[in-house]
């Protein structure tokens, strides 16, 4: 069983920007993909980006160009940068991975990004 832990989240105001770290807890496995969801009060989740091991990345079309995923396989990190943060950028964020031969996905219990003036 693996955890993934992520940290960065807070308050911001508007037009700054913020990175998100995930962390898995376990060094001795790797991920396919690992990558990034959010969930804003009231709504569904929403797709962010992924990055596979290899380092094709899918982003959400709403987030195109205003977020950057990266990874770092070695230490089983992957890193969420958004910029130009919006009052509707206000949700929890969920890291999410899945790890070679598993059929499921593993996730974190989100870290909360508040973007208020």
């Known amino acids: 069983q693996v955890q993934l832990v992520e940290s960065g989240g807070g308050l911001v105001q508007p037009g700054q920007s913020l990175r998100l770290s995930c962390a898995a807890s376990r060094s001795d496995i790797n991920f396919n993909w690992m990558g990034w969801y959010r969930q804003a009060p009231g709504k569904q989740r929403d797709f962010v980006a992924t990055v596979t091991r290899s380092g094709i990345i899918h982003y959400g079309d709403r987030f195109k160009g205003r977020v950057t995923i990266s990874r770092d396989n070695a230490k089983n990190m992957v890193f969420l940068e958004i910029d130009s943060l919006k009052f509707e950028d206000t949700a929890v964020y969920y890291c999410?991975?899945?790890?070679?031969?598993?059929?499921?996905?593993?996730w974190g219990q989100g870290t909360q990004v508040t973007v208020s003036s």
């Open positions: 999410a991975g899945q790890v070679y031969g598993y059929s499921h996905s593993d």
